[in-house]
């Protein structure tokens, strides 16, 4: 009984205050701490690797100058923090810059596909009918398809152009050639990648684009006269965007997994850049002997996969209920 | 059901043919020759070899000669890397090899995914579901590649059973086959989850309940069925995968099969070769779709009757 009277009491802005969208999302998401774990591990891996590795290396930390003399340090010894590698790398500045190129493949890669999925799913959803029904089967099509195969096929063919290109650079404008080579190396797999990684994307935009497009606020703003462009950006794009984060979080880890199987298999990154597939590769050579050559690539590379996943189911349960079965 | 069928096998013509026509062109357009190997090939020497493998001819002649032989005679072309070798040779000898890999692996992943997915889905949201989806996710995060050099050097060793790499003995298959299953357990234990999730919360399973027929026989005879639909799709695609997505494991544990012939293939501009595997692997891709559509009319009267 006290209750009510003391809630009747309350001055009236208290009790009337709403909740957006995305505030109880983010309630729900709190409540998740598998994806709270995983979302600080993901800021944590970020920091590491895009600001404490150009730090380290500004007062003198190296992932590539060798010292044979010190070959397969144990933690702590001679100085390596983390130890060093078969020719007396640093191991700990290998592991973030290899997390470097490894991050910016699947980040770069993500934001293409997310470019490219809303804006060819928008406009298959909000065209809709016989064309977006065909621009659907051009996806579906490209989606029956091996997706490692075609990747491969694809990096092998726009490295030999980017190649000359970066030549081209280096040689006629005279850029720094260091940093050409590493956009040069990065580049063609990231585009092979964002190639044919965009289709599931596209597939998730049109769906709710299309069921956007029958409801009335889109039907108001056409009455308005507004033009295509501003119905489908501004109007849309806004309430797209809850599954297009979702999925986007979930991309990443499967980009740094391709990536990574192909730098496994010697056909993503080259030497002397180096990511977490390829350091793995690398350290598998010399398991039996020094554990820790593969062991600390691959529990960051694994630890990674795992914050992302974490944090993307969490996302769909916390901006998704209804979809949040598996 | 056969019109399904059909419009199946259609499909996958279709898919297969753009897919050969795409490859076709792709590989052409790598930068490299394949014959431009470490040894040193004269022009006339190299003018020659494409002359006699019919690479000299205008794009259009090759393509359509490619399929010409296909279809009149089987006929996948040579090998350009590896020398006097058929494609369809290298095809026969390696693809028992990535066939019998793949069917093991997919029997493991089946009877660790399942179960793990039904005990999830019965304690959901207990400590029971939350171990289950841990184990799954790092079963889709610990990748092949990190648990095959882990799994030779902690069972190498101690078991003298289990060879670390090669393919002499039949026990080979073994640690392959662990390596690469706990991928698909991992995808299984989630679709079937949440296929059990979605059939647990349905009006006839509390009836039955509400009946008193026990939580065994609910889920044995009732739930059982359903719930696995969404793993039975997944079942197709996951298979073809797994032989071709064996590339890792197969360098790793040097299994001879067809994942190593791809990536010679590209990294040697063999373009039957890879063109070879490519089609193979499209027509592998529409079988093991087809058999995951039919098992699926199977179990739902609902599909058989569209």
Redesign the interface.
Known sequence: MEATIEKNNLPEQDVEKGTSLWADAYTRLKKNKLAMIGGIIVIAILFLCFILAPILSFFGFSANSQDLDKTFSGIGQNGYILGSDNLGRDLMMRVLEGGQISLLVAILATVLTVTIGIIYGGIAGYVGGRIGGFMMRIVD?LL???F???V???R??I??HV?ETAHFLTSEWGWHKDTVDRFANLIPLTLAIAGFGWLTMGRIVRASAASLAKQEFVEAARSLGLSHRRILFRHMLPNMLGPVIIYATLTI?SFI?YE??LS????GIEPPNSSW?KL??E??NF??SY?TV?VIP?IL??LT??AF??LGDGLRDALDPKAS?? | MTKLILSRVLQTLLVVFFLVTFVFFAVRAIPGNPFVSEKKTTEQERAALEAYYGLDKPLPVQYFNYWKNILTRGDFGDSLGMKGRKVSTLIKESFPVSLKLGLLSLFFGLIIGIPLGIIAALYHNKWQDYIAMIVAMAGICVVAFVLGPIFQLVFGKPLPILNVAGWSRSSDILLPAITLCFGVAAYLARLTRGGMLDVLSQDYIRTARAKGVPTMKIITKHAMRPALMPAVTYLGPAFAAIITGSFVVETIFLVPGMGQHFVTGITSNDYNLVLGLVLFYGILMGIANLLSDIALLFMDPKLRKA
Do not use: C, H, V
Not at chain 1, 264 to 267: K, M, N
């Open positions: 099509g029956a398809m091996p490692l195969i075609i491969i096929l694809f092998e063919i490295g030999g190649n880890p997994l990574a199987t496994f298999i010697g056909l597939g793995i590769k350290g598998a398991l039996e554990p593969l691959a590379f694994s996969l795992f996943n974490f079965k598996d």
